[in-house]
């Protein structure tokens, strides 16, 4: 290492880029479908965060 830091960058993906894909189950598509807002980008990671915390919510 040469003491620089390195940034890594992660790719970011519309709702509709992401509901396309093909690696997304049709249930999970519905899911991201009303979880994940138009107009905004989300990383792979996020997405993945975001349909976890709505499932693993409480309901009451």
Not at 27 to 39: S, T
């Amino acid at each position: 290492m040469n003491g620089e830091s390195e940034e890594i960058v992660e790719r970011a993906f519309t709702k509709d880029q992401l509901l396309r894909a093909r690696s997304w189950s049709a249930r999970e598509r519905n899911l991201l479908d009303a979880l994940l807002e138009n107009g905004e980008t989300y990383s792979i990671p996020q997405v993945k965060q975001l349909a976890q915390t709505f499932m693993n919510r409480r309901v009451e």
